[in-house]
């Protein structure tokens, strides 16, 4: 992910709604990316992974695209619940990177009931 | 529930204080992590172990000493930090350094320095 500046993004829908959270990776060597979900209090935790081989890949509620082009990936929540409150963070990993996992900024996801 | 467990869940120490923060995971990985995170900001690396041995320090302050005494435990030492130390420390572990695999993660320890 790449730095937007000091405030974390904000998205905020209507219970029921769907949410687009976007996120621009930094590296074309990034070969796996991963989703994670951050409660108040709470660590980050795994929502859904993709490959670079792959761009689109689908879990329970959310589907995960990936568009190496452009270096972006998005995480879609179908019916988002107020459950769904959380900050999301984008996540990449690519061999060239010594094995760490490089994480985006970060967007904060306010579901209205 | 995590599977990654890390205690305490709070800690206040002031300036000269030593203290241990712990970690323990059963999945059986051999990578472990540890990450500092600031409020509203992502988590910010500082140590890697791969089978038992240190394989990424970065460029952490000597006052924060790791440790894993065994595939299953890591610990942070904590030795005269600074009040800018204060955040939420999290605990991660990973199979192993090989692949795209993901990290998980524990709930952390809040660390207030005064």
């Known amino acids: 992910g790449e730095s937007v500046g000091l405030h974390l993004p904000t998205l905020s829908v209507q219970e029921g709604d769907n949410s687009i959270i976007n996120c621009a990776y930094s590296?074309?060597?990034?070969?796996?990316f991963i989703w994670y979900k951050q409660e108040s209090g709470k660590g980050p935790q795994f929502i859904i992974d993709?490959?670079?081989?792959?761009d689109k890949r689908q879990g329970q509620r959310v589907t995960v695209l990936l568009n190496k082009t452009v270096k972006h990936l998005s995480l879609q929540i179908a019916a988002t619940q107020p459950g769904d409150s959380a900050v999301y963070f984008c996540?990449?990993?690519?061999?060239?990177?010594?094995?760490?996992?490089?994480f985006g900024q970060g967007t904060e996801l306010s579901v209205k009931p | 529930d995590t599977e990654v467990t890390q205690t305490p869940k709070h800690l206040v120490m002031g300036m000269t204080n030593k203290k241990s923060l712990k970690c323990e995971q059963h999945?059986?990985?051999?990578?472990m992590y540890w990450y500092k995170q600031k409020a509203k900001k992502p988590p910010e690396l500082m140590f890697v172990?791969?089978?038992?041995?240190?394989?990424i320090n970065e460029s952490v302050p000597s006052r924060f000493s790791p440790e894993c005494p065994n595939s299953s435990l890591l610990n942070l030492h904590l030795h005269a930090l600074q009040p800018e130390d204060s955040a939420l420390y999290l605990c991660?572990?990973?199979?192993?350094?090989?692949?795209?695999?993901?990290?998980?993660f524990g709930d952390g320890t809040r660390l207030s320095i005064l």
């Open positions: 991660a572990s990973s199979q192993d350094l090989t692949g795209a695999q993901p990290q998980h």
């Open positions: 590296n074309s060597a990034s070969d796996y």
């Open positions: 993709i490959r670079s081989n792959m």
């Open positions: 996540a990449e990993y690519g061999y060239n990177q010594g094995g760490k996992l490089i």
């Open positions: 999945m059986g990985h051999r990578a």
């Open positions: 172990y791969s089978y038992e041995k240190l394989s």
